[in-house]
């Protein structure tokens, strides 16, 4: 796995925060990581081309 560095305004990071400590992810690089994958299977659909996001 790669590792990435982006900047995200303080106020998303909070609310992504908040949903680790309320459990609905490990930590903020998966809730990161599900964010992306939505946003792939979203334009796959759209798109029809084969999705590669589950990996």
Same mark, same amino acid.
């Given at each position: &796995?790669?590792? #990435? *560095?982006?900047?995200?305004?303080?106020?998303?990071?909070? $609310? #992504?925060?908040?949903? #680790? $400590?309320?459990? @609905?992810?490990?930590?903020?690089?998966?809730?990161?990581r599900?964010? #992306?994958? $939505? &946003?792939?299977? $979203?334009?796959t659909? @759209? *798109?029809?081309? @084969?999705?590669w996001?589950?990996v």
């Amino acid at each position: &796995m790669e590792r #990435v *560095t982006l900047r995200i305004p303080e106020q998303q990071i909070d $609310e #992504v925060e908040q949903m #680790v $400590e309320r459990g @609905k992810f490990p930590n903020r690089s998966e809730a990161i990581r599900s964010a #992306v994958r $939505e &946003m792939i299977d $979203e334009h796959t659909d @759209k *798109t029809g081309a @084969k999705s590669w996001a589950r990996v």
